[in-house]
């Protein structure tokens, strides 16, 4: 990410265009992969309602005429557990202090709690960056209770940065479209002049090896039990043209492992007599294939890699 430099953007004005980035940060499940892909109006960070779902830094990009708002979705912010959990909290300290303004997502239907308080106390730490609140989900709750949890924001904000409090408060819903736009217009009036730094119509710089790879891992996670998010990592090994296919009827060969770490948990992602792991290719496949633009096909293998997420070689095996 690009470091601004103050004395340059007072030089030139780069004709009233402004850009820069943002992050969502929020503990996990707070609704930020789902903001995310509301404000660019398509799909680039995985949802799920399974925390720590979200593993890679995807940039979300809002295009305007005359700006252009980078989103960093990162992994939810927690009291680290494990060697996994402490470099995915390294991961949001490093994302944090090289944005222009960091949004902190808190949901309207859950009473703010240690965890909210915990990021707040991180957030503050980072220092003169502005930080939004943006109050999610508030087409869970009726106005009576939003404006009671408008207010406990507010006092949080107080309570972590002194009278200032927040930069600003924007309660927002991602399902029913209430106050995208405003959010996008809030955070990009805290974006530096600055010419455009992605091409016009882009909507991630992600490689399309880490999309697959999201996309495949959504899939894997839908409907399964709580302790499989933590356990699953996904590794594409390789996307290559079918050898002998005509132009106008290309194939690509997807080759995916699925790494979990105990046998217990592979039974759960294949599934009787495979059943399950079919369904998993089968809704994963549309997505990929909407994503390459050509038709796939996806081979998907499940391995097991035991206590992945505590072992330092296993980890950097892994992509950690």
């Known amino acids: 990410m690009s470091k601004h430099?103050?004395?340059?953007?007072?030089?030139?004005?780069?004709?009233?265009?402004?850009?820069?980035?943002?992050?969502?940060?929020?503990?996990?499940?707070?609704?930020?992969?789902?903001?995310?892909?509301?404000?660019?109006?398509?799909?680039?960070?995985?949802?799920?309602?399974?925390?720590?779902?979200?593993?890679?830094?995807?940039?979300?990009?809002?295009?305007?005429?005359?700006?252009?708002?980078?989103?960093?979705?990162?992994?939810?912010?927690?009291?680290?557990?494990?060697?996994?959990?402490?470099?995915?909290?390294?991961?949001?300290?490093?994302?944090?202090?090289?944005?222009?303004?960091?949004?902190?997502?808190?949901?309207?239907?859950?009473?703010?709690?240690?965890?909210?308080?915990?990021?707040?106390?991180?957030?503050?730490?980072?220092?003169?960056?502005?930080?939004?609140?943006?109050?999610?989900?508030?087409?869970?709750?009726?106005?009576?209770?939003?404006?009671?949890?408008?207010?406990?924001?507010?006092?949080?904000?107080?309570?972590?940065?002194?009278?200032?409090g927040w930069a600003d408060i924007v309660p927002v819903s991602a399902t029913d479209g209430f106050q995208v736009n405003t959010v996008a217009d809030v955070l990009i009036g805290h974006m530096p002049p600055s010419p455009p730094l992605y091409p016009d119509g882009e909507l991630t710089d992600e490689p399309e090896a880490v999309m697959v790879a999201e996309l495949i891992r959504e899939a894997a996670l839908e409907g399964v039990r709580d302790e499989?998010?933590?356990?699953?990592?996904?590794?594409?090994?390789?996307?290559?043209p079918r050898e002998g296919r005509s132009e106008d009827n290309p194939l690509l060969d997807v080759r995916v492992n699925l790494y979990v770490e105990r046998?217990?948990?592979?039974?759960?992602?294949?599934?009787?007599?495979?059943?399950?792991?079919?369904e998993v290719g089968t809704n994963a496949r549309k997505g990929i294939e909407a994503l390459l633009g050509t038709k796939i096909y996806l081979d998907l293998h499940v391995k097991v890699a035991k206590d992945w997420q505590r072992d330092p070689k296993q980890l950097v095996k892994l992509g950690f």
Do not use: M, W
């Not at 557990?81 to 470099?87: A, D, P, S």
């Not at 240690?114 to 989900?137: E, F, H």
């Not at 499989?228 to 290559?240: D, N, R, T, Y």
């Open 228 to 240: 499989l998010p933590h356990s699953l990592a996904v590794v594409v090994e390789e996307i290559l």
């Open 5 to 164: 430099n103050k004395k340059f953007d007072a030089d030139q004005d780069f004709g009233g265009f402004h850009a820069g980035f943002s992050v969502l940060v929020g503990r996990p499940n707070a609704g930020k992969s789902t903001l995310t892909n509301a404000l660019v109006g398509q799909k680039v960070a995985i949802t799920s309602a399974k925390p720590q779902t979200t593993r890679h830094t995807i940039r979300g990009i809002v295009h305007r005429e005359d700006a252009q708002l980078i989103l960093v979705d990162t992994p939810g912010l927690h009291r680290p557990r494990t060697l996994l959990g402490k470099r995915l909290n390294d991961l949001v300290a490093d994302t944090l202090s090289e944005v222009d303004a960091i949004g902190f997502c808190l949901p309207a239907n859950e009473k703010i709690g240690p965890g909210d308080k915990y990021i707040a106390a991180q957030l503050a730490a980072v220092g003169r960056k502005p930080i939004i609140a943006l109050v999610t989900k508030t087409d869970l709750v009726d106005r009576q209770a939003l404006t009671e949890q408008l207010l406990a924001v507010a006092a949080l904000g107080r309570e972590v940065l002194g009278e200032q």
């Open 263 to 278: 046998p217990s948990q592979k039974a759960i992602i294949i599934g009787k007599a495979g059943s399950r792991l079919r």
